[in-house]
């Protein structure tokens, strides 16, 4: 199996993406980093937490990362899209382990230089433990096989603004670093998660497949209110899950290689991800930016994946 670390903010379609990658054979999930983003750092770390206990992984190592962006605070976070703690309302049994006590950039790096092969990374909140990554240790940096982000938009303009997408505007200086490095990196933003949709019978089938599934139906309830009302789709839009079905099975998305550069003004464009689509770029700096998926696909895929989790 591909070793995989996690950098997230849970966050529901982030809890569903740690479901999905214990879930999966394809990966040896090494390591769960935590990030600001949704809801506050010690929110997302106690749901890192407890989400790994309720899918009985409890031996995965969480650290602890960024508490707020680079350079700017995070204007805001968005407990009204995932609920106040995260997670939709729906109270967790809390994990028996105890916090890694590294820093999540010390942990990571750890993980990079021990591991024998390359090692994917899935970030899935805002990119601020990366950047701080490839500043403070890039020789671990370089040997990230494969980074799977999720974030940005090419042609779907925003999520939180017109021209954002929510975790570039969370930290767009850091946005800018990861992007505008060397590393190995694919790009999955709104142009892919918009259309990547968990309808109500997708939602019903994991809350038919045992307390695992339950749980997940439960939490993703408040999330399908949300996305009806804000972006009028019939289910749930499953953004950070999609980018694992990426890290795990390579190649579920197509992409093509481009320069993007982020937008770090302070004026009304701030976050917004420009991607050059005249062609097809050779630059080192360039990043496979996912632009087709077969939604359908991708959401049975998670469903299937995820039940079984379940019933094991
Ligand atoms: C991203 O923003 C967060 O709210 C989600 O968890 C996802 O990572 C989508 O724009
Ligand atoms: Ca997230």
């Known amino acids: 199996p591909i070793p995989l670390v996690i950098d997230t903010d849970p966050g529901i379609d982030d809890a569903l993406a740690v479901l999905l990658a214990v879930?999966?054979?394809?990966?040896?999930?090494?390591?769960?980093?935590?990030?600001?983003?949704?809801?506050?750092?010690?929110?997302?770390?106690?749901?890192?937490?407890?989400?790994?206990?309720?899918?009985?992984?409890?031996?995965?190592?969480?650290?602890?990362?960024?508490?707020?962006?680079?350079?700017?605070?995070?204007?805001?976070?968005?407990?009204?899209?995932?609920?106040?703690?995260?997670?939709?309302?729906?109270?967790?049994?809390?994990?028996?382990?105890?916090?890694?006590?590294?820093?999540?950039?010390?942990?990571?790096?750890?993980?990079?230089?021990?591991?024998?092969?390359?090692?994917?990374?899935?970030?899935?909140?805002?990119?601020?433990?990366?950047?701080?990554?490839?500043?403070?240790?890039?020789?671990?940096?370089?040997?990230?096989?494969?980074l799977v982000l999720m974030g940005g938009s090419a042609g779907r303009g925003g999520n939180v603004t017109a021209a954002a997408e929510f975790n570039v505007w969370a930290d767009p200086e850091a946005a800018q670093r990861v992007l505008g490095s060397a590393v190995p990196t694919v790009l999955v933003g709104l142009d892919v998660t918009l259309p990547t949709v968990l309808d109500a019978d997708g939602i019903a089938r994991f809350a038919a497949a045992g307390p695992v599934g339950?749980?997940?139906?439960?939490?993703?309830?408040?999330?399908?209110?949300?996305?009806?009302?804000?972006?009028?789709?019939?289910?749930?839009?499953?953004?950070?899950?999609?980018?694992?079905?990426?890290?795990?099975?390579?190649?579920?998305l197509g992409t093509v290689r481009r320069d993007v550069v982020v937008d770090t003004t302070l004026g009304a464009g701030r976050g917004q991800t420009l991607v050059d689509r005249r062609a097809p770029s050779r630059a080192p700096t360039a990043v496979d930016v996912a632009e087709t998926v077969d939604g359908a696909a991708a959401a049975d895929f998670l469903v299937d994946r995820v039940a079984s989790l379940a019933r094991a």
């Open 214 to 252: 339950a749980t997940a139906a439960a939490v993703l309830q408040q999330y399908l209110d949300h996305s009806r009302s804000s972006y009028g789709t019939t289910g749930v839009v499953l953004h950070d899950a999609l980018a694992l079905t990426e890290a795990i099975v390579p190649g579920t």
């Open 23 to 146: 879930a999966s054979p394809e990966v040896d999930l090494r390591l769960v980093t935590t990030v600001h983003g949704n809801v506050d750092l010690a929110q997302t770390t106690d749901n890192a937490l407890r989400v790994l206990h309720l899918a009985g992984r409890s031996d995965v190592p969480v650290a602890a990362g960024a508490r707020d962006s680079l350079v700017y605070p995070q204007p805001r976070r968005a407990g009204h899209v995932h609920g106040e703690t995260g997670l939709g309302g729906v109270r967790l049994p809390p994990s028996p382990t105890a916090l890694d006590p590294r820093p999540a950039v010390v942990a990571l790096a750890d993980v990079l230089t021990a591991a024998s092969e390359p090692v994917t990374v899935a970030a899935i909140g805002p990119w601020t433990n990366i950047a701080l990554l490839l500043a403070a240790f890039p020789e671990a940096a370089e040997r990230i096989g494969r």
